[in-house]
T-cell receptor, first 111, second 122 residues
Framework: GQQLNQSPQSMFIQEGEDVSMNCTSS?????WLWYKQEPGEGPVLLIA?????ELTSNGRLTAQFGITRKDSFLNISASIPSDVGIYFC???????????FGEGTQLTVNP | GAVVSQHPSRVICKSGTSVKIECRSL??????MFWYRQFPKQSLMLMAT?????????EQGVEKDKFLINHASLTLSTLTVTSAHPEDSSFYIC??????????????????FGEGSWLTVV
């Protein structure tokens, strides 16, 4: 089946630093989605990407849909303590019926 | 605000009883809903996919007679854990995908998640 490799698994950074995480796949996706999940809550959609090459921002967050349609990255600029959480990438394949998740990146921001 | 609402957020039940979790789409008609299970510090594990008006498609290893899914309307899907056991204790999350209105008009290929439901079986 489809698999997503997300890296890094965890990051420990200082407040104000920029963060980058990415996902790669062996399969092509039509849509890439980035979510943030905080303890005890469901994932919250951060950015949705629909076209290869698309670069989209949401405040301090920027994500790109790779040209090959097999990868995506998420950048967070000038991190703040409330950025703490687990970030998941997810891809929607050509069948459009199933969301495949990455393993998540645990982000810790030290004030 | 939330576009997918899940209820209850926490439930404790006795072993052997059944418990129902509801998932509602608020701003759009959910043609497809997904149910996930998540263990601590792990990613989401897809349990089943349900399309409105048809039977759910279960992932391999998920018992369809134990995890009953009903998607009777375009805004509501339910997951019933039957004859619950302590090992069924987990965080259950639904998500929905469909055709939106208003600010979600482009949501056809975007999937929104509910807030999750903590199930504890004692």
């Amino acid at each position: 089946g489809q698999q997503l490799n997300q890296s890094p698994q965890s990051m420990f950074i200082q407040e104000g630093e920029d963060v980058s995480m990415n996902c790669t796949s062996s399969s092509i996706f039509n849509t890439w989605l980035w979510y943030k999940q905080e303890p005890g809550e469901g994932p919250v959609l951060l950015i949705a990407l629909y076209k290869a090459g698309e670069l989209t921002s949401n405040g301090r967050l920027t994500a790109q849909f790779g040209i090959t349609r097999k990868d995506s990255f998420l950048n967070i600029s000038a991190s703040i303590p409330s950025d703490v959480g687990i970030y998941f990438c997810a891809g929607l394949g050509t069948s459009g019926s199933r969301l495949t998740f990455g393993e998540g990146t645990q982000l810790t921001v030290n004030p | 605000g939330a576009v997918v609402s899940q209820h209850p957020s926490r439930v404790i039940c006795k072993s052997g009883t059944s418990v129902k979790i509801e998932c509602r789409s608020l701003d759009f008609q959910a043609t497809t809903m997904f149910w996930y299970r998540q263990f601590p510090k792990q990613s989401l594990m897809l349990m089943a996919t349900s399309n409105e008006g048809s039977k759910a498609t279960y992932e391999q290893g998920v018992e369809k007679d134990k995890f009953l899914i009903n998607h009777a309307s375009l805004t509501l899907s339910t997951l019933t854990v039957t004859s619950a056991h302590p090992e069924d204790s987990s965080f259950y999350i639904c998500s929905a995908r469909g055709v939106g209105t208003g600010r979600l008009q482009s949501s056809g290929n975007t999937i929104y998640f509910g807030e999750g439901s903590w199930l504890t079986v004692v």
